[in-house]
């Protein structure tokens, strides 16, 4: 029986690494939209934040994070990625202690920490198959745990310091949070591949048109991409939707809201630990089950009584986690070594999109109609999924297994 991956130490280093600073990344995201908010006063500023931290990630992360993950060293994109975003948020710590920091500066810098994120992104999703091999799914799985108590203990933490000291002093945390990935990286050791390196813009343009043609001749994965879509049109501005249905209808405490939206990440948490155990389980029957359970969780909140979103959060959690994993790594099985930058990011690309479409639609039909009207409308987008995966070889393919 094989051992463990949690008994390899390159693993170990990895996730541990991940761990303090996605710690880091979610103190400092619930610590923005405040800081903004102290600035200014304004929630059309805390909007354009948003804006400024979305629309440049997802389009510098399709047409240059990707095909330069391709052609040069993950290690090396890791490393600048990672030291860049330390350097933007002690600058942001900088200006907000000596009193001269503008919103715009917050903007700008907001933005470059968002897009150097996609660089580490891009090339995290590339490291994995590269180190793990055919253990991608327990390292996926395991990092992807590591990941969701992060975002229980980030808001957790993020609260305590509010609490107790200052934007500036949070900010200098999530700076320092940066080098623990930085330190597993030259510990672990990530095998050095000839990728050509960059040697012209019309090279990288190139690439990424060889990037899309691969994506758009497999229809597989064009199968794949759209079930993604779907998925997250279904999911991504659900929690919003939710918030306000607590408020409006409940009229619950926001340390009550902020509790509840810590067990969406707990379920994700729990179904992480458990997925490594399903061996005899292909990706697709493992997809087919997080939509359904997903479908689940959303029927759960059409029913009138409050502790029932508890129960619909914790599923949600479960149904994304399975659904994503076994996407994600049935993605990577059928990407070559040299288009996996590439291939992530389009496929984040095309997640941002629907998330940020998600977000407005559910939102209108909650102004307009109420919010069962919103999960409504989401359980019946969530079942679409199903249909991109009904065709195809590759369902029955027995080697495309956990």
Known sequence: MQASIWRDPRFVLYALGGLVNNTGNSIYLVALPLMVFALTGSVGAMSIMAICETIPRSLIGLFLAGPLVDRVSRQVVLSAALTFQ??????????????????????????LIATAHEFVRSANFAVVPLMFGDRKMEANSGTNSMFRLSMILGPALASLLLALTSYSAILWINAVTYFAPLAALYWMKIPRENLGGVRSASQIAADLREGLLFLYRDKTQVRLLSGSLFYSLATGGITTVMIFSLKNSYSLTDETISGYLTLSAAGALLSSLITPRLKNVNNNKLMVNGLLVTAVSLGLLLIPVFWIMPIALVLSGVGQLFYTLAYTVEMQDRTPSDMLGRVGSTMRMVEFFSRGVSTSLLGALTAKWGAEAAFVGAIVVSLLPFLTLAPGEWRRDKNHRL
């Open 86 to 111: 330390s350097v933007c948020s002690v600058a942001i710590a900088l200006l907000n202690s000596t009193g001269t920091l503008e919103i715009w500066m917050l903007y700008v810098l907001g933005g």
